[in-house]
């Protein structure tokens, strides 16, 4: 088993920048892929970026291109999300998930309780 805690959400103006963490427990995430999805309210949760095991790979989903960047410290067995240039539809809890293997936008086997970021005009 695999436990995930998201931090690092919180309220912040348009155009400013948040980090979110992933903290991994239970097992080392060192053969996990790791994924940050979303979900505003009334949406479904949506694929926001991934990696690969060792940080050689990455997919970011187009709306969120050129802003946001996933990166990961296995050492730390942590996953973090850079966010800049936020913008008020980014707003939505952001969950983070691990996957046994290959780098994935969609299927994952554990995921975090979530962390709330919201984004003000």
């Known amino acids: 088993q695999v436990q995930l805690v998201e931090s690092g959400g919180g309220l912040v103006q348009a155009g400013g920048s948040l980090r979110l963490s992933c903290a991994a427990s239970?097992?080392?995430?060192?053969?996990?892929?790791m994924g940050w999805f979303r979900q505003a309210p009334g949406k479904e949760r949506e694929f926001v970026a991934a990696?690969?095991?060792?940080?050689?790979?990455?997919r970011t989903a187009d709306s969120v291109r050129g802003r946001f960047t996933i990166s990961r410290d296995n050492a730390k067995n942590t996953v973090y999300l850079q966010m800049n240039t936020l913008k008020p539809e980014d707003t939505a809890v952001y969950y983070c998930?691990?996957?046994?293997?290959?780098?994935?936008?969609?299927?994952?086997?554990?995921w975090g309780q979530g962390t709330q970021v919201t984004v003000s005009s």
């Open positions: 998930a691990a996957r046994y293997g290959t780098i994935n936008r969609a299927e994952y086997d554990y």
């Open positions: 239970g097992r080392t995430i060192s053969r996990y892929a």
């Open positions: 990696i690969n095991w060792d940080g050689g790979s990455t």
